[in-house]
């Protein structure tokens, strides 16, 4: 089955703690992103790639942090810089040069 | 004034009810436009892609894009309370990067 995975589901941390959420893809797909998605805000685009060993910044990059080793994997680490980082984290793909983005299950994040 | 404006809803039908979603755009480049299902906790569904001005049909549900009004429709015929979820709109301007600009979401609600 083709897909995308996100791990875990929920992911509890204390305030200070980085912590780094899991987003990988057997699409084959060569596009990723990240969004975050709090309630009646809408999705909003933290960080996205294009292609591997490279990434640009979204609309609220601040206090994240992604890297692009390989073309599956787009992992997100939230740092302890982000001011507000409780929220439902969304990872999507999407085959280069085109819109339709798929997206994994998502990860509840929780920071207290 | 944001790019993609959305009615939050909750909006509640009867089953078997016609059911008419919409957004308002400002951004006149926007030329592909999407509908995602997303259920409570889970990760947002692609549901219909339309590309330009026109109307698309798929099954039950009907994407129309008026692109002097920069407005679009999503209609759903003989709603089902499976249908009860949120409903984003999503657009893409044609530019180098693909990115998406989502709508806040219209929670939807099909009684039975």
């Known amino acids: 089955d083709g897909g995308i995975t996100q791990s875990p589901k929920y992911l509890f941390r204390k305030e200070g703690q980085n912590v780094t959420l899991s987003c990988e893809q057997n699409?084959?797909?060569?596009?990723m992103y990240w969004y975050r998605q709090d309630p009646g805000q809408g999705l909003r685009l933290i960080y996205y790639s294009q292609i591997v060993n490279d990434f640009q910044k979204g609309d609220i990059a601040e206090g994240y942090s992604v890297s692009r080793e390989k073309k599956e994997s787009f992992p997100l680490t939230v740092t302890s810089a982000q001011k507000n980082p409780t929220a439902f984290y969304l990872c999507?793909?999407?085959?280069?040069?085109?819109?339709?983005?798929?997206f994994g299950p998502g990860t509840r994040l929780t920071v207290t | 004034q944001k790019e993609v404006e959305q009615d939050p809803g909750p909006l509640s039908v009867p089953e078997g009810a016609i059911v008419s979603l919409n957004c308002t755009y400002s951004?006149?480049?926007?030329?592909?436009f999407m509908w995602y299902r997303q259920y409570s906790r889970k990760g947002p569904e692609l549901l219909m892609y339309?590309?330009?001005?026109g109307n698309k049909e798929d099954g039950r549900f009907t994407a129309q894009v008026d692109k002097s009004s920069k407005y679009i429709s999503l209609f759903i015929r003989d709603s089902q309370p499976s249908d009860s979820a949120t409903y984003l709109c999503?657009?893409?301007?044609?530019?180098?990067?693909?990115?998406?600009?989502f709508g806040t979401g219209t929670l939807l609600a099909v009684q039975p």
């Open positions: 999507a793909s999407s085959i280069e040069g085109f819109y339709e983005q798929y």
């Open positions: 699409l084959n797909h060569d596009a």
């Open positions: 339309t590309y330009s001005s």
């Open positions: 951004n006149s480049a926007f030329q592909y």
């Open positions: 999503a657009m893409g301007d044609g530019g180098a990067t693909n990115k998406l600009i």
